[in-house]
Nanobody, 130 residues
Framework: HVQLVESGGGSVQAGGSLRLSCSAS???????????VAWFRQDQGKGREGVAT????????TYSDSVKGRFTVSQNNAKDTFYLQMNSLKPEDTAIYYC?????????????????????WGQGTQVTVS
């Protein structure tokens, strides 16, 4: 089993910044392997939207058009904590943000990650931009 725990959400004014973290752990999580880790968000009454992905094996990243140039996804050296740096926040970025993970070494799989099926999900963290 792999556990994902998000943190770092909160309330911020438009134009501000937040950094979300996603910590991965559990007996089934291997830091020497490769996972596609994705950030999704969902606001009330709206569908789930993919925001960014990172392939832990080679750190390649993908972003949705709505956040490109404003958000940055990264990982720590131990490859067990993943970050979403969010700058120039807008009210439309308000949502619950989730991280998700799927075991893969495939960059094409991860680049198409927003429509893929992920095995593990965190509980989410609220981001409110006013």
């Amino acid at each position: 089993h792999v556990q994902l725990v998000e943190s770092g959400g909160g309330s911020v004014q438009a134009g501000g910044s937040l950094r979300l973290s996603c910590s991965a752990s559990g007996a089934a999580y291997s830091r020497s392997s490769s996972y596609c880790v994705a950030w999704f968000r969902q606001d009330q009454g709206k569908g789930r939207e993919g925001v960014a992905t990172i392939l832990t094996g080679d750190a390649t990243t993908t972003y949705s058009d709505s956040v490109k140039g404003r958000f940055t996804v990264s990982q720590n050296n131990a490859k067990d904590t993943f970050y979403l740096q969010m700058n120039s926040l807008k009210p439309e970025d308000t949502a619950i943000y989730y991280c998700a993970a799927h075991w893969t070494w495939s960059s094409p799989w991860c680049s198409g990650g927003f429509s893929q099926s992920f095995d593990y999900w965190g509980q989410g963290t609220q981001v409110t931009v006013s």
